[in-house]
Each structure stands twice: as C-alpha cells, then as structure tokens.
C-alpha cells in the first residue's frame, strides 16, 4: 500500500512520471499476474477471512470504557470491513479482478469495471473518477480507513510480537506510528487531488505520444488491449474534442 500510495501520487507531478511508473510495472510482462496473486490478491484475502473471523470472536467495550485504547480496538475492526469492502470494489473498478477476455467483455466491463488501461494510465485513470463526485469521497473514505488500519495494526502488532514493550517504547512507537499514518494519508489525498485534476485530453495526447516513442524504440512491446478505446468502452469525442467513454 505505501509504494502503491507513493506510486499514484505521481499523478501530481505530471503525465509522463506516472505513466514512466506504469511502463515499468508493467514491463514485468507475464510475471505480473503472479506477482499480483501471490504478493497481493491472496495475502490480502487471507488477511481479511482471518479478520472477519477474529472480529466474530471479539466483544467492544467502548460503551463500558471510554478510554482511547478501548476505542482504537473498535475502530481497528470497523476500519478493517471498510477496507475490505473498499478494496474490493476498488480492484474491481479499476483493474476488474480478473484478465480474461469473456469476464472483462461480458462481466467486468458492462458493470463499469477494469476502467483503468495501463498505457493510458493517468487519462482512463481521471476518467474513471470524473465521472462522479461520489468517486473521490469513496476513496478518500477507503484510503482513510486502510491508511488507519495499517499505520494501528502496525503498533498493536509491535506490542504483540514485543518489540515495544515499556510505556516509553509504546508511546514513542505510537507517535512514530502516528506520523506514518498522517505522511501516508496526506500522501494518498495528493494522488486522488492529481487524477481529479488531470486534464483528461492533454494527458490523453502526452501518454498516445509516449507509446508510439516506446514502442518505435522497443522498450515498450506492443500491446493494444493495454490501451484506451480497447474492449467494450467505446470512447466517443465531443465537437470541442473532449474524450467522453461509454460504457
Ligand atoms: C489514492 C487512491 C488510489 C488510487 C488512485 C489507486 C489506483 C490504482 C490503480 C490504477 C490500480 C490498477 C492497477 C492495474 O490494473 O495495473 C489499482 C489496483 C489496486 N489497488 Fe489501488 N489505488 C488507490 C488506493 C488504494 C488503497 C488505499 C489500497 C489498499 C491497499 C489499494 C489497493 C489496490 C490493490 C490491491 C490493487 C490491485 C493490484 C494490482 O492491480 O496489481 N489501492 N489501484
């Protein structure tokens, strides 16, 4: 989540840095499904099966006892559903879950997933959350409770596996933990204000004119289905130029 924080917050400082990220993510080539199931699908589904159950085991006490820590329990469970629910929804709308042509053509892509097409990154990117205002405030509201989830778990976890054991280790690993969870947060409201103020056509025309160089020079293997306009998203544009997708 943190080098994929870091990774979208590229989208502030331009075209062409967040799609040089995306190339080269990318230039994995098959290994990337491997790497996206192993390191990321799974361990994260096995995280969140084990954390419904711990949660169906554990009582809150917050109406008996008001006190912060008391608190944090209750809010590292309800932060832990919004996330799983967030995560869920959010690979399904921009990447679609799974890469095969009759779940994208007949499944993903008609119910207004796999929006996002890694060779046009930061454009369908911008188009996927322009869409509606709603889009930004669900991703606020789900960075939110990752970002909380993982900056708490980190600290209780520290305290279970006794890395920080005193009261002055605890506190000072709980400002630590503190910082990293507000960097983050602060980091992923940058990437969500850089695609919402993304020009959709400019970037468009920047990331088209990359491709052609990268693929003419082979460092970028052609490869249409990775670009914008491919599959059931038809993309029309308007009498002023402006790119408008429909579904
Ligand atoms: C700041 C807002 C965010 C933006 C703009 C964003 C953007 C993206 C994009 C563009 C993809 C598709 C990658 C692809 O198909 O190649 C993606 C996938 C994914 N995102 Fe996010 N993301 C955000 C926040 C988060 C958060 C908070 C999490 C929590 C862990 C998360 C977890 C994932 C996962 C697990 C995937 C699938 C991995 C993959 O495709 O390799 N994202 N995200």
Known sequence: MCVHLLTNSLTGWGVEPFQNAVYQIHSLGPVLPLIEWGFIFLPILFHGILGVVIIRSGRSNVKHY?????????????????????IFAHVFHLHGWFH??????????????????????????????????????????????????????????GITWGVWISPKAQSRAGALCSGLGVGLFVVGLGAIVGVETTDVNEARQVENRMYEE??????????????????????????????????
């Not at 205002?133 to 991703?139: S, V």
């Not at 249409?224 to 997708?245: C, R």
């Open 66 to 86: 008001g006190y912060s820590a008391n608190w944090r329990y209750a809010m590292q469970r309800a932060s832990g559903m919004v996330a799983l629910i967030f």
């Open 100 to 157: 095969v042509e009759p779940w994208l053509k007949y499944v993903a892509e008609p119910l207004g997933g796999a929006q996002f097409k890694p060779y046009n990154a930061n454009s369908t990117l911008a188009q996927a959350f322009q869409v509606s205002w709603l889009i930004p405030i669900l991703y606020v509201t789900g960075v939110a409770a990752c970002v909380f989830h993982f900056a708490n778990g980190l600290w209780t976890m």
């Open 214 to 247: 990268r693929t003419k020079d082979g460092s970028v293997l052609p490869n249409p289905e990775k670009l914008s306009g491919h599959g059931s998203t038809k993309e029309v544009v308007d009498a002023e130029g402006a790119i408008e997708a429909r579904y």
